[in-house]
């Protein structure tokens, strides 16, 4: 079955902490994509990142960072130099397959990071 | 701007009362789908769509309706509310073609939805 795990329900940082939020996958597929979002308090679904499987290689976009480690099924997500706008709800998702293959994300429960100023 | 729109942002109604949500997409998107959040349960798919006139249901399609006449919209129809469909919806469209289904979902700003 797949399943995603973010195991940690919240964190609360001060300002210009870096800050990791963790993510823990189930797959039977060789071949997948992995997904990270980020649901601020305004409620919305924000796309942040898409990651293949064949790419081990840490993706950096400014200050936002992800560490991909197929060997323990993880897809880190590091932020540097926290910032009170990261405040949000971040999600880690994976494409559903086989039967239940309806295009769906797979979501994890999300992670509410608190950046305090 | 490429983006997904729904409407109402926010919506108060009584059991009963049919209602619908609108959702519209300006990417020429092929892929649609509805999804519900609530509380300890997550995110979960209530109906899709992979192009005009195919529509197909999610994990939790009871008391909902669909309809795709159009590639850009995909409007979802509660045709008898009850208060235990109270939640925030999303709207969602994607490049995706067929399987495998790996392009990013791209969420409207979500709808929610309160049934007394």
């Known amino acids: 079955a797949q399943k995603v795990t973010q195991a940690q329900t919240e964190i609360s940082v001060v300002e210009k902490e870096d800050v990791t939020l963790d993510c823990v996958y189930e797959t039977r597929d060789t071949t997948y994509y992995l997904f990270w979002y980020k649901q601020p308090p305004s409620g919305e679904l924000v796309f942040l990142i898409r990651r293949n499987s064949f790419d081990e290689q840490n993706e950096i976009s400014g200050r936002y960072s992800w560490n991909f480690q197929k060997s323990t099924s993880s897809f880190n997500f590091t932020i540097t130099a926290s910032q009170v706008v990261d405040s949000a709800v971040y999600f880690c998702?994976?494409?559903?397959?086989?039967?239940?293959?309806?295009?769906?994300?797979?979501f994890g429960q999300g992670t509410t990071l608190q950046v305090k100023p | 701007e490429a983006q997904v729109t729904q409407n109402p942002r926010y919506l108060i109604t009584v059991t009963g009362k049919k209602l619908t949500v609108t959702c519209s997409q300006n990417?020429?998107?092929?892929?649609m789908s509805w999804y519900r959040q609530d509380p300890g349960l997550g995110l979960r798919q209530i109906y899709y769509s992979m192009n005009v006139e195919v529509t197909d249901k999610g994990d939790v399609p009871e008391g909902y309706k669909v309809s795709r006449k159009e590639k850009r919209n995909f409007p979802l129809i509660l045709e008898s509310p009850s208060p235990n469909q109270t939640s925030l919806y999303f709207c969602?469209?994607?490049?995706?073609?067929?399987?495998?289904?790996?392009?990013?979902?791209?969420f409207g700003n979500g709808t929610r939805l309160t049934v007394t």
């Open positions: 969602a469209s994607s490049y995706h073609r067929g399987p495998p289904y790996n392009s990013p979902l791209h």
């Open positions: 990417m020429n998107h092929e892929y």
């Open positions: 998702a994976l494409p559903s397959v086989g039967s239940s293959n309806t295009g769906k994300l797979i």
